[in-house]
């Protein structure tokens, strides 16, 4: 096991780990801000993926694949929290659930409908194909590392936009006392349909930036959904910064589990039978971590409610 | 008797008349419709006695429909095999006798649903949701490695199992098998309600404080509701694996999970029949939608958001016209 091995790794499971922020940010946000649970987020990576897929083969252009990425799944989110979120505020758990997985049926038979069963494809830009060499030798993807940055760079956005701005004070106003903020005078129904729009357009962001490294196809939201929320529990239900914690841990556990783990089984187990119980553990490991973080903390890592 | 009540006849009465009148008819394949539908209210009835009662909304109750699944596609792969299992150096033979099946399910679902309640019960609400949904998905990706039992593929049985007396292998019988089997769970939920544990149950899903005033302790009642619950679902999983041959990681998905809780939503939350009715419109949408578009399940989502978003009480409350059954 080579160094330069490790690194890739390491720098894989972080590249995953920032994708995967930027869809839990948008569902601890939708969470924190409005209580709502949001079983259709992974619909709106796939929106997202789909629409950056279209239009990148309409115009060839990638640059206006990921505006139409960001504008559809913005568009979707408005519309869905329009026409039937809002309905479903302060309604208990069990009907949000049930109506956001409705959502999910209904998004995945359209896009199904629209688009038909095969998966699309959208390549890499050529400007960032290719390998670039790092310090000590390491080759790595352009595009990876472009994602790496991006992810990076949004997260900063965010962090920035809920701290320091006057929609992020309103934002966490909203998270602490509805009735307050409003009477201060503040549009609480159009806050929350603008922040359920910049949640869904993170995660059609997110959706159409990882569709160039696997198929653009319908269920494809699912895997994620479920992973941005073991995120979310891990870094605590409602806090960003946990978000980005959490989603790091799990990016993280889950690249280098897949690859470790059966090299790990291999040191006193035949190789045959080491990868398979290496990659058996590796496919749970992440859901392990999160039963052990919430044995330890009820609530997450960063989290205060309950 | 209230309008619900009589409702409850009714059902039962179709429960009967529908397979008789296919058995007359000749339809051999209205009865395996009628089956899977029994199969499935029975594994929403289990998470009836959790959710319905306890108010735990489990978004991972595939997890004991699959090992109940598992439980039957491995006793019966070695008994079709011939080859015993080894365990730590005990020889088991397989079967493909029900009863031994069944308890086998009951039990390693109603294990498995203890252990993951002990976990899961100390936290509550939307944690409570994500816990189970990922002790779910734990499940189903180890089922997909799980190469000894077919990894993705699954494992399939090429004769369905013998129950004592009976011939498994006519639709009409092991219909019959599973509707004694679904009216005895029901008829266990109803007594369950009534009895001081139910009363009980009930009470510390309204107000746990009080429960714990009284010298109950919540959480106790909560892991009996739970473990109950997964082991009844367990049991529908080794039927409904019983009523395909076949076993495979899908008996683990999230999605069937969610539909189990749909299944109870579109009945009625916390009334007796609420999974069967649930479940017997589900089937029927599948079928007919189904024939009519290919993408019925647009049309299923929006009958779906309809009843969530306004028709509470579901569809026994539309019926029998009482406000909701709990708060």
């Known amino acids: 096991m080579s160094p330069t091995l490790i690194a890739e790794q390491v720098l894989n499971g972080l590249q995953s780990g920032i994708m995967l922020f930027l869809m839990a940010a948008g569902l601890t946000l939708i969470f924190g801000v409005m209580g709502l649970i949001n079983l259709a987020h992974g619909s709106l990576y796939m929106v997202g993926a789909f629409c950056a897929a279209a239009t990148a083969a309409a115009t060839g252009s990638y640059a206006l694949g990921l505006v139409g990425a960001l504008a559809g799944a913005a568009a979707a989110g408005a519309l869905i929290e329009l026409a039937v979120i809002r309905r479903l505020y302060g309604r208990d758990h069990l009907d949000q659930v049930l109506a956001t997985f409705a959502l999910i049926l209904i998004f995945s038979e359209g896009t199904r409908w629209l688009f038909g069963s095969f998966p699309l494809y959208l390549d890499v830009p050529p400007a960032l194909s290719g390998p670039v060499t790092l310090p000590f030798g390491i080759q790595y993807p352009l595009y990876r590392l472009t994602l790496i940055g991006a992810g990076l760079a949004l997260a900063a956005a965010l962090f920035w936009l809920i701290g320091r701005t006057r929609l992020g004070i309103r934002i966490r106003a909203g998270e602490n006392d509805r009735e307050m903020i409003a009477a201060l005078g503040v549009n609480i129904d159009a806050l929350y349909t603008l922040v359920f729009a910049l949640g869904a357009a993170l995660a059609g962001l997110a959706g159409a930036l990882v569709g160039t490294l696997q198929s653009v196809q319908v269920g494809m939201g699912e895997p994620v959904l479920i992973l941005a929320f073991v995120t979310i529990v891990i870094g605590g239900i409602g806090s960003i910064r946990g978000a980005l914690v959490g989603a790091l841990l799990v990016g993280l556990t889950g690249t280098l589990g897949s690859v470790f783990l059966p090299e790990f089984f291999k040191l006193f187990m035949p190789p045959s039978e080491a990868t398979q119980t290496g990659s058996a553990l590796a496919s749970m490991a992440i859901y392990i971590l999160m039963a052990a973080v919430l044995v330890w903390k009820p609530t997450g890592l960063y989290g205060v409610r309950t | ?327």
């Open chain 2, 1 to 327: 008797m209230s309008r619900e009540g009589w409702l409850n006849i009714a059902v039962l009465l179709a429960l009967v008349a529908v397979p008789g009148w296919a058995l007359v008819a000749d339809e051999p394949f209205t009865i395996t419709l009628a089956t899977r539908a029994v199969i499935l209210a029975l594994a929403a009835a289990g998470l009836n006695i959790a959710l319905g009662v306890g108010g735990l909304v489990s978004l991972g109750h595939a997890v004991f429909f699959g090992l109940g699944g598992y439980a039957m596609g491995i006793l019966a792969f070695h008994a079709q095999s011939y080859a015993p299992m080894e365990f730590f150096g005990v020889s088991v033979p397989g079967t493909k006798a029900m009863p031994v099946i069944w308890l086998v399910a009951l039990v390693v679902s109603g294990l498995a649903a203890f252990f993951i309640g002990l976990l899961a019960l100390r936290t509550s609400g939307v944690y409570f949701i994500m816990i189970t949904l990922a002790f779910g998905q734990m499940f189903y990706f180890f089922s997909i490695s799980w190469a000894a039992y077919g990894g993705e593929d699954g494992v399939s049985i090429y004769v369905r199992n013998g129950f004592p007396g009976l011939n498994t292998l006519v639709p009409i019988q092991f219909y019959g098998l599973c509707l004694v089997v679904l009216l005895a769970v029901l008829a266990l939920t109803a007594a369950l309600m009534r009895s001081p544990f139910g009363l009980a149950l009930n009470a510390a899903r309204q107000a746990p404080e009080r429960v714990r005033a009284v010298g109950l302790d919540p959480v106790r009642l909560r892991l009996a509701a739970f473990t109950l619950s997964g082991a009844v679902t367990g049991l529908a999983g080794a039927l409904f694996a019983d009523l395909n041959r076949f076993v495979s990681p899908s008996m683990f998905s999230w999605q069937l999970s969610g539909e189990f809780i749909v299944f109870i939503i579109l009945g009625g939350t916390a009334r007796l029949f609420g999974p069967v009715i649930g479940a017997a419109i589900f089937v029927l949408m599948e079928h007919w939608l189904g024939q009519l578009s290919e993408y019925w399940h647009i049309w299923f989502g929006l009958l779906l958001l309809a009843v969530t978003l306004w028709g509470q009480g579901g569809v026994i409350g539309l019926l029998t016209g009482r406000a909701k059954a709990h708060d």
